[in-house]
């Protein structure tokens, strides 16, 4: 499974008949929560108990879920790093010109967890919602104009083909590219970037093209019909509440334990 495509499993699971804008509001709210917690101890909690759920409410593959994941901990690594080599506090190790803190640990686990459950949550919603499905939630029950919602449509469209895109760069690339001594293309940190840079000029083109389109059509002139609505019952406002309860349950149980730090980490 690409980090970016729906999973055909994923799709038939529980999860992905909740409501996407539900789900879609239930991710910037536990994001926007996670934002004011700084320790590494609650993070790492409810990624366990995301993690599980999931699992088993998902329909994601173990295998698929770990591949998605990489990326957010590349940065998740490179978030701790910074925080450990450069936040101010009691050395615990120096050598080589360069200085550890126990600060510095603490904080960067708790930015680099966040950053994980925060890509968890992520795939978990890419990975269950189809793209139509939330475009037409988000312009009958999010009350989003037309232009708004097929603009985040286009978006999402781009958003999942950026991983072939990426792919069939590579390649040109690599057809062109002079090979080594074992005969392999060698690209190196230069052709990365040319790809990169490529990649970003090919998704602004395309999205150029799509805005045209849309206003060719006439997107956002009056009032549209929905085909296919998508419900919004009872069952999604229990999910609702299910997900803050245990949301809230972590963070009171984390403060009463005294792990929870907020903001004031930092200082």
């Known amino acids: 499974m690409s980090v970016l495509q729906a999973d055909p499993v994923a799709l038939a699971s529980p999860l992905a008949r909740r409501n996407p804008t539900v789900k879609l509001a239930l991710l910037f709210v536990v994001s926007g929560v996670l934002l004011a917690v700084l320790d590494p101890v609650t993070p790492a909690a409810l990624y366990a108990l995301v993690a599980a759920a999931v699992l088993a409410g998902a329909g994601v593959r173990p295998g698929a879920l770990l591949r998605?994941?990489?990326p957010f901990v590349a940065f998740a690594l490179g978030v701790l790093v910074v925080n450990m080599l450069s936040r101010p506090g009691e050395v615990v190790w120096q050598g080589a010109g360069l200085r550890?803190?126990?600060?510095?640990?603490?904080?960067?686990?708790?930015?680099?967890?966040?950053?994980?459950?925060?890509?968890?949550?992520?795939?978990?919603?890419?990975?269950?919602?189809?793209?139509?499905?939330?475009?037409?939630?988000?312009?009958?029950?999010?009350?989003?104009?037309?232009?708004?919602?097929?603009?985040?449509?286009?978006?999402?469209?781009?958003?999942?083909?950026?991983?072939?895109?990426?792919?069939?760069?590579?390649?040109?690339?690599?057809?062109?590219?002079?090979?080594?001594?074992?005969?392999?293309?060698?690209?190196?940190?230069?052709?990365?970037?040319?790809?990169?840079?490529?990649?970003?000029?090919?998704?602004?083109?395309?999205g150029d093209r799509v805005a045209g389109t849309l206003e060719l059509r006439g997107l956002g002139d009056g009032e549209r019909t929905t085909w296919r609505p998508v419900p919004l019952g009872r069952t999604d406002a229990v999910f609702a509440v299910t997900v803050l309860g245990v949301l809230a349950a972590v963070l009171v149980a984390?403060?009463?334990?005294?792990?929870?730090?907020?903001?004031?980490?930092?200082?």
């Open 68 to 70: 998605a994941q990489l």
């Open 100 to 206: 550890v803190t126990a600060e510095g640990i603490w904080v960067g686990a708790g930015l680099a967890g966040r950053t994980l459950l925060m890509g968890l949550l992520s795939v978990a919603f890419v990975a269950t919602t189809d793209g139509v499905a939330l475009v037409t939630s988000l312009h009958q029950h999010a009350r989003l104009g037309a232009k708004v919602t097929f603009a985040v449509l286009a978006g999402y469209r781009l958003l999942q083909q950026l991983g072939d895109e990426w792919q069939t760069i590579r390649r040109a690339q690599a057809v062109r590219a002079p090979l080594g001594r074992r005969g392999r293309p060698r690209v190196g940190l230069r052709g990365h970037a040319a790809s990169a840079f490529a990649l970003l000029v090919g998704s602004v083109r395309r």
């Open 254 to 267: 984390a403060a009463s334990a005294g792990t929870l730090e907020g903001p004031g980490a930092l200082f």
